[in-house]
């Protein structure tokens, strides 16, 4: 039995350009226009879309009506809506809009978080504790994001070690899923399937997320790499939007539809409709006003077939 055969045959995608990718836009993308794209994005068979992010307005002002967006998109049965908090104040005020997961973030090195989160992994985790105690009876499903996980730009490599007794401390905490994020890119296929088979051997029954940027491109071959240990959950952003402030030159996060392409070209169910992902792509060069870097979209699918040259005919 080849080793393919015991991969996933079915996947799940994270949509996360609304919250990742509209953060670092050099605009403000309208409210009514994030409403409309959002209920877009969840019209396409996406199971789960972060809408946005309760942060500071003053830190994020692009995610500065945050309650309007997840008050005024349409619920649809079956799509998940997260939302990033950054603490306490964050997580009220996304339980009091009805959302369904609340993702929380720390960095897995000390010089990020303290650049990006002004908090080390230990302080991190206190506050997710208090996080936590907020919203124990609400039913809201609780994700941590692990930032980091393959390597810092401040640092270098991360070690294996830390990263497993981080993931050991969030569990033991209570959180209920965990991303382990690429954050600028740095990740090669290697280093995440050794990462990957160490943590579902650990914890064969926790719902692992793998977060990719394709800042050295490299992230869909990272995802293969990620399914091919296992992990049935994958964060993206459409069109490729996003990036890191401390990655220059960051082309963003690994794009849903070229993603979602490759994973159904393989015969893998990603419960995606492609052509529908595709024509919301195709909006959003007008919505944020440039270019993207997904390539799908504009290349076409794989199963694209041109007419034949007419000097071949003759």
Same mark, same amino acid.
């Given at each position: 039995?080849?080793?393919?055969?015991?991969?996933?045959?079915?996947?799940?995608?994270?949509?996360?350009?609304?919250?990742?990718?509209?953060?670092?836009?050099?605009?403000?993308?309208?409210?009514?226009?994030?409403?409309?794209?959002?209920?877009?994005?969840?019209?396409?068979?996406?199971?789960?879309?972060?809408?946005?992010?309760?942060?500071?307005?003053?830190?994020?002002?692009?995610?500065?009506?945050?309650?309007?967006?997840?008050?005024?998109?349409?619920?649809?049965?079956?799509?998940?809506?997260?939302?990033?908090?950054?603490?306490?104040?964050?997580?009220?005020?996304?339980?009091?809009?009805?959302?369904?997961?609340?993702?929380?973030?720390?960095?897995?090195?000390?010089?990020?978080?303290?650049?990006?989160?002004?908090?080390?992994?230990?302080?991190?985790?206190?506050?997710?504790?208090?996080?936590?105690?907020?919203?124990?009876?609400?039913?809201?499903?609780?994700?941590?994001?692990?930032?980091?996980?393959?390597?810092?730009?401040?640092?270098?490599?991360?070690?294996?070690?830390?990263?497993?007794?981080?993931?050991?401390? *969030?569990? @033991? +905490?209570?959180?209920?899923?965990? !991303? =382990?994020?690429?954050?600028? $890119?740095?990740?090669? %296929?290697? #280093? /995440?399937?050794?990462?990957?088979?160490?943590?579902?051997?650990?914890?064969?029954?926790?719902?692992?997320?793998?977060?990719?940027?394709?800042?050295?491109?490299?992230?869909?071959?990272?995802?293969?790499?990620?399914?091919?240990?296992?992990?049935?959950?994958?964060?993206?952003?459409?069109?490729?939007?996003?990036?890191?402030?401390?990655?220059?030159?960051?082309?963003?996060?690994?794009?849903?539809?070229?993603?979602?392409?490759?994973?159904?070209?393989?015969?893998?169910?990603?419960?995606?409709? *492609?052509? @529908? +992902?595709?024509?919301?792509?195709? !909006? =959003?060069?007008?919505?944020? $006003?440039?270019?993207? %870097?997904? #390539? /799908?979209?504009?290349?076409?699918?794989?199963?694209?077939?041109?007419?034949?040259?007419?000097?071949?005919?003759?």
């Amino acid at each position: 039995m080849s080793q393919l055969s015991t991969c996933p045959l079915r996947i799940e995608i994270n949509e996360v350009a609304p919250r990742d990718g509209l953060q670092i836009e050099s605009r403000f993308v309208p409210t009514e226009d994030k409403i409309r794209w959002i209920d877009a994005l969840s019209s396409t068979g996406l199971k789960r879309i972060e809408a946005t992010s309760f942060t500071s307005p003053k830190a994020i002002p692009n995610l500065r009506d945050a309650a309007e967006v997840v008050t005024g998109i349409q619920r649809r049965e079956g799509v998940d809506i997260t939302v990033l908090v950054p603490n306490v104040k964050g997580a009220e005020r996304a339980l009091a809009c009805n959302v369904d997961e609340i993702n929380l973030v720390m960095s897995a090195s000390d010089s990020h978080g303290l650049a990006n989160l002004r908090m080390t992994p230990e302080q991190s985790l206190e506050q997710f504790a208090a996080i936590l105690d907020v919203t124990q009876s609400s039913g809201v499903f609780i994700n941590a994001s692990l930032s980091t996980t393959f390597g810092c730009p401040f640092e270098g490599e991360v070690p294996e070690a830390r990263v497993l007794g981080l993931v050991e401390k *969030l569990i @033991a +905490l209570g959180i209920q899923g965990i !991303t =382990l994020c690429d954050t600028t $890119g740095m990740a090669n %296929p290697t #280093q /995440v399937k050794r990462l990957c088979d160490a943590v579902l051997e650990r914890w064969p029954e926790m719902p692992f997320t793998l977060h990719f940027h394709n800042t050295r491109g490299m992230g869909l071959a990272n995802a293969l790499a990620a399914w091919q240990a296992g992990i049935t959950r994958f964060d993206s952003a459409l069109g490729g939007l996003g990036g890191c402030p401390f990655a220059p030159g960051a082309t963003g996060n690994v794009c849903t539809e070229d993603l979602v392409h490759m994973f159904e070209a393989m015969g893998v169910d990603t419960g995606v409709d *492609l052509d @529908a +992902l595709l024509d919301v792509a195709a !909006t =959003l060069p007008e919505l944020i $006003g440039h270019e993207v %870097p997904g #390539q /799908v979209a504009k290349a076409g699918k794989s199963t694209r077939r041109y007419p034949m040259p007419v000097s071949a005919l003759q």
